[in-house]
Nanobody, 125 residues
Framework: QVQLVESGGGLVQAGGSLRLSCAASGRTFSSYGMGWFRQAPGKEREFVAA????????YYTDSVNGRFTISRDNNKITVYLQLNSLKPEDTAVYYC??????????????????WGKGTLVTVSS
């Protein structure tokens, strides 16, 4: 049974930092793209960042580019999201995701094969 378990969310002041982690279990994902989406209250879930299966390439939505950094450890089957210079508009539930096929770029929800349950990030002004 595949499980994605996120951790690291919490309450932080604007300008602060958090590090999210997502540990995968149940199968190997070393050939699959992984990433993060988020959903703010009253809004649709949106793409935040993704990283290729090899970890060589990463992609970000414009609003977080330069502030967030995604990385992965294939030995631990874990993907990370470092959130720096946080803003109140970053407040959301952050979801870990794994692509539905190997070697494809995870850029939209249509490419997601597995979701985590989410971790809440709250940024106060």
């Amino acid at each position: 049974q595949v499980q994605l378990v996120e951790s690291g969310g919490g309450l932080v002041q604007a300008g602060g930092s958090l590090r999210l982690s997502c540990a995968a279990s149940g199968r190997t994902f070393s050939s699959y793209g992984m990433g993060w989406f988020r959903q703010a209250p009253g809004k649709e879930r949106e793409f935040v960042a993704a990283i290729t299966w090899s970890g060589e390439n990463s992609y970000y939505t414009d609003s977080v580019n330069g502030r967030f950094t995604i990385s992965r450890d294939n030995n631990k089957i874990t993907v990370y999201l470092q959130l720096n210079s946080l803003k109140p508009e970053d407040t959301a539930v952050y979801y870990c995701a794994v692509a539905n096929l190997p070697f494809v770029r995870l850029a939209t929800a249509y490419r997601v094969g597995y979701w985590g349950k989410g971790t809440l990030v709250t940024v106060s002004s």
